[in-house]
């Protein structure tokens, strides 16, 4: 079945730590997304892929930033991770701006 | 600016008893409005778009409505299983690049 993978499903890391979040697609479209969603709170965008065109919002922080190398993987790197950063790491993609976006099933992140 | 509000924040109900959620909407030039479902600790997984005043989709025991202002999910003889929050989504504006969320009603049903 065509899919969103979003790995790993959890992880933890520490104070100040990098970490690297993945997401992959089956589903061959153009847009993907980075969302970033705290306990009972909406999902907020982070930033998003048009292929290989890249849109920051304005909102996002320095210290998020996000990789494409190909049509199928997009990473979201966190340079140095703060206790505020703790949250649900979600990725979406869609076919195009106006098109559904379709959700993985999250990484959660744990700031120790 | 783009703003989605849902009503209530929570909703508990007995298996059977029908309900409704609002959600009420201010854009600029509305593109479409999504409805997803998302379970605790897993991502949202979409349920219906609706792109016009008058527009209705149906699946099962949900149907979703649309007027210039808002939407309701109305849920029909619920079952514990469809114990979700649901998450309202609205795609505004010239480039349309992106979903404002409304903040989600959490729904409950009891057995």
């Not at chain 1, 969103?4 to 997304?33: D, E």
């Not at chain 1, 920051?56 to 494409?68: I, K, L, V």
């Not at chain 2, 003889?77 to 480039?95: F, H, I, N, R």
């Amino acid at each position: 079945d065509a899919m969103v993978i979003q790995n790993p499903r959890y992880q933890v890391t520490q104070f100040g730590k990098p970490v690297t979040l993945s997401c992959s697609q089956t589903l061959n479209h153009n847009v993907m997304y980075w969302y970033q969603q705290k306990s009972s709170q909406a999902p907020k965008l982070l930033f998003h892929y048009y292929d290989k065109d890249f849109n920051n919002e304005a909102d996002t922080p320095d210290n998020f930033q996000s990789r494409r190398p190909n049509t199928s993987f997009c990473f979201l790197d966190i340079r140095s991770p703060g206790l505020g950063d703790a949250a649900m790491y979600l990725c979406a993609t869609s076919r195009d701006f106006l098109s559904v976006q379709f959700f993985g099933p999250g990484t959660r992140l744990t700031v120790l | 600016e783009d703003q989605v509000t849902q009503s209530p924040e929570a909703l508990r109900l007995q298996e059977g008893e029908s309900s409704s959620l609002n959600c009420s909407y201010t854009v600029s030039g509305l593109r479409g409005l999504f409805w997803y479902r998302q379970d605790p600790g897993k991502g949202p997984e979409f349920l219906f778009t609706l792109y016009s005043a008058g527009e209705e989709k149906e699946k099962e025991r949900l149907k979703a409505t649309l007027t210039k202002k808002e939407s309701f999910l109305h849920i029909t003889a619920p079952k514990p299983e469809d114990s979700a929050t649901y998450l309202c989504a609205v795609q505004a504006g010239k480039g349309a690049q992106k979903l404002v969320f409304g903040q989600g009603t959490r729904l409950t049903i009891n057995p």
